[in-house]
């Protein structure tokens, strides 16, 4: 079968590289999150222009998170690009928007900071469908720490509660079925080969 694939044989340097990549990746994502929380704590302004400064970089980790899988698989996955570049694409534009409406002094600093922050807790959570688990949990991350600081005002203590449990559960729980997740081509073969070989034996 010529698309069959010894799971022995993979690159066993580029998959490691990878792994710790992502973690480093998803650590520092949850952290930036966490800061923009302390900065909302301190002026609304400073919030917003931080909010408004970090979505670039956001996505360059997620282009860079898609960008190590495919290293760690030996397969291109443009298809997988093409779907980062719709939402952060669309994100960016959403982002520009609230940024022309505070500078037409239509919404507050407070209400312009919310607006993006809420505006990538969608698009990391969206984000989540190509990239894994990881991304769905810093989209929830970004999601409670919105509502906590709508409903309660901010609340520090309670944002440092939730960052601890969500970055062990992206240490500990890297493969689940909780959320769907767009598969390369190579993952099914890889399944289906591995399948294939515990029926065997």
């Known amino acids: 079968m010529k698309d069959k694939i010894d799971p022995h044989h993979w690159n066993m340097d580029k998959t490691l590289r990878y792994i710790y990549i992502n ?12 800061l923009g929380e302390i900065l909302a704590e301190v002026t609304d302004r400073m919030a917003f222009f931080y909010w408004f400064c970090i979505t670039p970089v956001f996505f360059y980790c997620s282009l860079l998170s898609e960008k190590a899988k495919a290293i760690s698989i030996g397969v291109k ?9 719709y939402y952060w694409g669309s994100a960016m534009i959403a982002v520009m928007l609230v940024f022309l409406m505070w500078h037409a002094e239509s919404i507050s600093p407070w209400a312009a900071s919310m607006s993006i922050h809420i505006i990538l807790a969608h698009t990391m959570f969206l984000s989540g469908i190509v990239l894994g688990v990881h991304y769905y949990l810093v989209g929830m991350f970004l999601f409670l720490t919105a509502a906590l600081s709508i409903i309660m005002g901010g609340a520090f203590g309670l944002d440092l509660v939730l960052m601890l449990p969500l970055i062990w559960l992206g240490f500990y729980v890297e493969k689940t079925y909780l959320f769907p997740t767009l598969k390369r081509r190579r993952d099914f073969i890889y399944e289906v080969n591995e399948q294939h070989d515990k029926e065997s034996t």
Not at 23 to 34: D, G, N, S
Not at 77 to 85: A, D, F, G, K
């Open 23 to 34: 973690e480093v990746i998803f650590v520092t994502l949850i952290l930036l999150c966490f």
């Open 77 to 85: 996955t443009e298809h997988l690009m093409r779907y980062e570049l």
